[in-house]
């Protein structure tokens, strides 16, 4: 009997989860031998700097990285992600895949995908990304730099429309909701 | 008295924050009171800041010069907000924003120090504080881009809060920063403004103005024809003068 129970109790997570599996992704193709499988975001792992910890110097790697002390010097984690915490006090250059930003950055931001400045992020220096993202209360100092590259050498205002009256068919585009 | 005080820096009115919407001077000139307040970037939270909508044909006619751009490249020298950035950023743009504002406060009180330093005996004293001087200094640190590496400009109301001196440097820099045919968006208040507000877009035709604490006093107020010698080198100008005694000028290089 009560062995019985218990293996119903561990039983119900593992059904679920193929039902959830067989319903939303497709089989996935057989990857090929020579091809490492990237694992999934959950499952990367996470290097952490705890709070009270200071280090100086240059960090690099690729696996994703929290900061909650003290790092000053260089931070390049080109493919991972880089997580500041709330108490983290970075005072370095930092160039990596996506930077979230929650403590205190004080020098240059470079992240090839998205940077997302939390609430209670600083960040004193330049941002480069692709994508910002700033909630409300963030502070910045510094230039921004978000978006793809502009195009070159073209003729900037060469397809302007003729017509003002076309131009009006922009004002239906939804405005875009405030970060709260 | 102190250079900051000379520059007016220095016990500079704030914004009251509870000051409703319907008793701001703009209200009911094309200006609407708007929803729940929002807070700036760079400023702590606070649910009692109103912003005021605008509509703004100015934006307009900006967004039509850049229309058909496809992927383009725009300055902002206001403050970062995500829905600029955003609204830009879905229409192809890369989008570089600049806050000449706190960027001036913050070369001024660097400038208090040196001062007091150079009074005390600790800095060589033959350095130019004269405005000209002072503007050359800002803009070896600021505003640096190379030449004609920007389709549009959005300069908001900022010359009007700088030393004359420092505006008609500016202008030259972001003239040269323009590309020929790109596009300068900015404002003039025709008499002296009663509350400091940075901008943001909402929409296509529309402008959040968003009441703030006053960073620099307004310097100047200017006139069309000081305008016009202004941005004397651009190709064309359209100015559109609001009830609200807001100017919201275009110009084309």
Known sequence: MWRKEESKTQAVPEISTKAVNSTITPPAPAAPLHEKPTPPFAARTEARISQGIKIRGEITGSDDLFVDGEVEGKLALDSASVTIGPNGRVKADVVAREVIVRGCVEGKVNAHERVQVWGTGQVHGEIQTLTLVIEEGAVLRGKVEAGKPAEKGGNAFAAAPAVAEETSSSANVPAIPAVN | ?253
Not at chain 2, 30 to 47: F, K, L, Q
Not at chain 2, 172 to 185: E, L, T
């Open chain 2, 1 to 253: 008295m102190s250079f900051l005080h000379k520059l007016g820096l220095v016990g500079v009115r704030t914004f009251s924050r509870t000051a409703p919407a319907n008793r701001h001077p703009l209200h009911g000139n094309g200006v609407h009171g708007a929803g729940p307040g929002i807070t700036p970037v760079n400023s702590p939270r606070s649910a009692e800041r109103q912003e005021i909508t605008r509509t703004s044909r100015g934006l307009k006619e900006f967004l039509w010069n850049l229309d058909g751009l496809g992927r383009g490249a725009l300055l902002d020298l206001g403050p970062v907000w995500q829905t600029t950035l955003s609204f830009f950023i879905e229409r192809g743009f890369r989008v570089t924003a600049e806050d000449l504002f706190c960027a001036w406060k913050d070369f001024c009180r660097e400038e208090e120090k040196h001062l007091q330093m150079a009074s005390g005996g600790a800095l060589d004293t033959t350095e130019d504080r004269t405005p000209e001087g002072r503007a050359a200094r800002f803009l070896e640190g600021n505003l640096c881009y190379p030449a004609a590496s920007f389709d549009a400009v959005l300069m908001w109301d900022l010359l009007d809060y700088l030393e004359p001196s420092l505006a008609r440097r500016i202008v030259s820099v972001v003239s040269g920063a323009v590309r020929p045919g790109g596009v300068v968006f900015a404002m003039f208040h025709s008499r002296k403004p009663e509350c400091f507000h940075r901008y943001r877009v909402a929409d296509s035709m529309t402008l959040q103005m968003l009441p703030a604490a006053e960073i620099v006093p307004v310097q100047h107020v200017y006139q069309n024809r000081e305008i016009q010698d202004l941005f004397g080198q651009y190709r064309s100008m359209k100015s559109l003068v609001s009830r609200d005694q807001l100017r919201e000028v275009l110009f084309i290089k």
